[in-house]
């Protein structure tokens, strides 16, 4: 270790190639643009995951939809170099071994970052325990709370194994990691030997912590029974303390988190409102989500921007000067992108897509608040502004938890519909959405769809790769979009910010706003003046990848978060 590390980044997944099962979507993607973008800042900054094994799941689709499911399987010591040292975590009561493996993100300068993945795969440990970091959110409430006892506990432990002493700052990207305050709090008593925790001791821990939220949805957030804590964890001192973690008499992952967490923030301005009134919750800070510009932009893109604007990679906000690219070049080097989309599209459902047609994209985790199959609300009034403003293709992907019956039945409905609109409307649902598939889609499609149920968009990043690769989205204004549409400049709107205050779902109300941004702006635009959609193309890029970059959000949390000297 050449860099003394002072922060710490906790995360249950970290995306860090499309070919290491270490993440499931999203969280785990924008986890891993964040140790790509320190790297590339020279931030001082060490990242501690679990390796998972076994992955999330691969996904298959049968011909009507139906997701089935099978273990991905990937060879870590391809990618990892194993370390020595080992930590000790007891679950319910049971010594478990834990080690690490090292993957080093280098940044464009030459910067790493070390990212330490826990593995409890060691002959010492019963068959029961070497699977605890087998799959990603995989198993029951207790084989979830065992992962996150390894995650915080064993992370800590092993992050002082290894020498990271000069560590003030630990970041707990979302409630997974909770339990590295108890691992901190177990330091102080340990320090002052006392058996019971003080205030003193309590603000010594929350004085080393930050904590980033990144959802509304109560789904998200950790609860377990207070009997399994007890349990799984055993007797702990934080066991002791139960105005920390209580939540209607359950084990809150995520107010322990914010209760020894001297920062805390929301993903989004808009987040950051919402949460008051839906969880209580004040004295959130936001600081809006970004992506990695040299990670999501499409290779035709890249040589474009690497003539026009050379230093985009170190500095997005270069990203700026978008505005005065060649259209017809920007357009030349996203039909490029486009093709290669639809070469996948061929190869897997052997469809053929036209490159002439105009494009819409969807692909992120598959649940019910998303709304995937928002779009086919209304087959009627579809079929007929096709066959009056143009022909439509549309391209899906994304996964459903095994255990998400809603979002496997979106799925089906979705390849179901599409069947039924064909051949006008021409609907594709591609398996095994990954980082790979996500950057094809996301550069290769005309315009970006995303219309989930407000308020329970924390952020979303999928629009903001698609800003950088020159695609508008078409959004309900909620997360992210709410900061990054200007009408009819980067993209649209569907219905207003008023028509989304926290309220029961209006399907059909937000399925005819997308219509008719469809109908009167969209395909009118793509079809019969080139020149414009070339302009809001420009515009994408130049006023949204400025902003939306993870440097910006990097250099956020050092300033704010971290505290980091300038």
Not at 340 to 356: G, I, N, P, S
Not at 357 to 366: K, S
Request: glycine letters at 8%; a neutral charge.
């Amino acid at each position: 270790m050449n860099t003394p590390r002072t922060v710490a980044y906790f995360s249950m997944e970290i995306g860090l190639r499309a070919d290491m099962a270490t993440y499931s979507g999203g969280l785990g993607v924008l986890a891993g643009d964040t140790v790509h973008s320190a790297a590339d800042l020279g931030l001082p900054l060490v990242a501690v995951t679990l390796l998972h094994r076994q992955g999330y799941f691969t996904q298959r689709l049968s011909a009507t939809g139906v997701q089935q499911t099978q273990p991905t399987q990937w060879a870590a010591t391809a990618y990892l170099q194993e370390l020595p040292a080992r930590a000790t975590v007891s679950v319910e009561g049971r010594p478990v071994q834990v080690r690490a493996w090292q993957y080093d993100v280098r940044g464009i300068r030459g910067a790493t970052v070390p990212v330490l993945l826990l593995d409890a795969d060691l002959a010492g440990n019963t068959p029961a325990d070497r699977a605890l970091t087998g799959v990603l959110y995989g198993g029951d409430a207790r084989y979830r709370l065992a992962q996150e006892l390894l995650l915080g506990l064993g992370g800590v432990r092993l992050l002082q194994a290894l020498g990271y002493t000069q560590v003030n700052c630990f970041h707990l990207n979302e409630g997974h990691a909770s339990f590295l305050t108890a691992a901190l709090l177990e330091q102080e008593l340990e320090r002052h030997g006392r058996a019971a925790p003080t205030d003193e001791d309590l603000a010594a821990v929350r004085a080393r912590c930050v904590f980033t939220t990144h959802t509304p949805v109560p789904a998200g957030h950790d609860r377990f029974p207070l009997e399994l804590v007890r349990q799984v964890l055993g007797p702990h001192p934080l066991l002791q303390l139960p105005a920390l973690w209580q939540d209607a008499g359950l084990f809150n992952m995520t107010f322990l988190a914010l209760s020894l967490s001297r920062y805390a923030n929301a993903v989004s301005q808009r987040h950051a409102e919402i949460l008051p009134g839906m969880f209580g919750w004040t004295h959130v800070h936001a600081i809006t989500n970004g992506v990695h510009a040299g990670r999501w932009m499409a290779p035709p893109l890249q040589a474009l921007f690497d003539r026009h604007l050379p230093g985009w990679r170190e500095d997005p906000s270069q990203l700026a000067g978008a505005s005065s690219l060649p259209g017809e070049a920007l357009f030349a080097a996203h039909q490029e992108a486009k093709q290669a989309l639809f070469a996948r599209v061929q190869r897997e459902t052997h469809q053929e897509f036209q490159l002439d047609v105009l494009t819409l994209g969807f692909a992120r985790r598959a649940t019910s608040y998303k709304r995937a199959d928002l779009f086919f609300t209304d087959p009627v009034r579809l079929e007929a502004l096709s066959r009056q403003h143009g022909l439509l293709q549309l391209i899906f992907a994304g996964k459903a938890h095994p255990r998400d019956k809603e979002g496997q039945a979106m799925i089906q409905h979705i390849v179901q519909a599409g069947t039924a609109l064909a051949p006008r409307i021409r609907v594709v649902y591609l398996a095994d959405y990954d980082m790979t598939l996500g950057g094809l889609i996301t550069a290769g499609v005309d315009v970006w769809l995303n219309n989930p149920q407000p308020p329970l968009e924390a952020s979303g990043t999928s629009g903001m790769k698609a800003a950088l690769n020159g695609v508008p989205s078409l959004s309900i204004l909620d997360g992210w979009w709410v900061e990054g549409c200007v009408e009819g400049v980067t993209g649209w709107a569907i219905g207003t910010l008023e028509d989304h205050q926290p309220q029961p779902e209006h399907r059909a109300q937000d399925a005819a706003a997308l219509y008719d941004k469809l109908e009167r702006a969209i395909l009118p635009t793509y079809y019969q003046q080139p020149a414009q959609w070339q302009t809001i193309m420009r515009a994408c890029i130049a006023r949204n990848g400025p902003v939306f970059n993870t440097h910006r959000m990097m250099q956020e949390y050092a300033q704010q978060a971290y505290q980091l000297s300038p």
